[in-house]
């Protein structure tokens, strides 16, 4: 029996300590058709992905605690085989270089944004990760 989970809208979780940020990008998100949340701080972030399962995760690589390359690790042993988008205010070869980190650890990214984000290229990048998740399901 398909877990409720499965069903119906793609989810898609904004890792991002800035709650304007998160918000924003969870906004976006609602308006190209996913249930979104915002995710303030990694604190009980495999609790959450458990729980949830989302099928996108945009994710900022500067966060208190632990880093984006953190995250990522802790993505790759869960098994997430969702898509990610990395957004982040650091230089684009360090947004790059965690591309490659996690490609090679076998994780989907679906591209990496600078901050500040230009929101109709966010929104259009959400669609095309909708439409996919949904005919991957």
């Known amino acids: 029996m398909p877990d409720a989970n499965d069903l119906g809208q793609k989810r ?10 998160a918000e924003m990008i969870a906004r976006v998100a609602r308006k190209s058709g996913f249930d979104a949340r915002p995710l303030l701080q990694t604190l ?10 989302p099928h996108v ?4 690589l ?3 605690r632990a880093s984006g390359n953190d995250v990522l690790s802790l993505l790759k042993v869960m098994g997430f085989d969702g898509q ?3 957004i982040s205010g650091l230089h684009s070869t360090q ?8 490609e090679a650890g076998g994780l ?11 929101l109709k290229t966010l929104g259009a990048l ?9 005919r991957a399901a």
């Open 108 to 118: 989907k990214v679906a591209g990496e944004m600078l901050k500040p984000v230009d």
């Open 12 to 21: 898609l979780l904004a890792i991002d300590d800035d709650p304007h940020m």
């Open 84 to 86: 990610i988008l990395i």
């Open 44 to 53: 009980g972030l495999a609790q959450t992905m458990l729980a949830w399962r």
């Open 126 to 134: 959400l669609q095309e990760l909708r439409t996919a998740t949904s």
């Open 57 to 60: 995760i945009t994710l900022d």
């Open 95 to 102: 947004l790059h270089a965690a591309r490659k980190q996690a």
């Open 62 to 64: 500067k966060m208190p």
